[in-house]
């Protein structure tokens, strides 16, 4: 009995799943300049003219993985950090939805960082970047006023926070005491609007 279109469809982006979950692991062992076509599809089980069936090329491949990646991780947020309560609360989801994926997958990190400093990847990146960060700035900005602070500074000292931390873990890894500077960063709001 032949596919359905839907059980097509299903096989197709599980392949696609497991391409992208390959080029991460290759990308964070070589590099994105050192990782090839053909490393990507061995590790993902499958010929490299397979591969090409999925993605048009190896930069096609990045890209996609940074956008499903930003789309996943900023799109959940931005439903948690409006339904949290308290501007306290917002304030540390914000912290956590950086800090939580940044642990659970460095390798993620390193490779959009990595990205948004590439000369050729630029425009595209922050194409795909802008839609998403100008809702995020949005909402802390928004934050930031319930906070009592001006909106702007707040937001990018925010970032700038994060920026450092993402830096950090992602040179250091484990050695690096994230947790701790998450609790000291979020202790000085909890102190300012609690104490």
């Known amino acids: 009995m032949p596919r359905t279109l839907e059980q097509n469809k ?11 979950e390959a080029a991460l692991k290759v990308f964070g062992e070589y590099g994105f300049d050192g990782a090839s076509v053909s490393q990507i ?7 490299t003219g ?3 069936n999925y993605f048009a090329s ?11 990646f930003l789309e996943h991780h900023f799109g959940e947020w931005g ?12 304030l540390v989801v914000a912290v956590d939805r950086y800090v939580i994926p940044l642990q659970e ?14 000369k050729e990847f630029k425009d595209e990146f922050w194409n795909i970047v802008s839609p998403i960060r100008n809702v995020y700035a949005k909402q802390l900005e928004s934050l930031y006023l319930q906070l009592g602070e001006d909106p702007v500074k707040g937001f ?6 994060l920026e450092g931390v993402a830096s950090c873990y992602c040179s250091y890894g484990e050695k690096y005491p994230i947790q701790q500077i998450r609790n000291q960063y979020l202790k000085g709001y909890r102190q300012k609007l609690y104490e």
């Open 58 to 68: 190896k930069d096609d491949l990045v890209l996609t993985i940074v956008d499903d």
């Open 156 to 161: 990018w000292g925010l970032q700038t926070f």
């Open 41 to 47: 599809a061995r590790e993902a089980g499958i010929s």
């Open 10 to 20: 299903k096989i197709k982006e599980a392949s696609k799943k497991r391409i992208m």
């Open 79 to 90: 439903k948690k950090i409006s339904d949290a309560q308290t501007p306290y609360d917002k």
């Open 50 to 52: 397979l591969m090409y």
């Open 105 to 118: 997958d460095v390798n993620k990190w390193r490779l959009i960082r990595e990205l948004s400093v590439r």
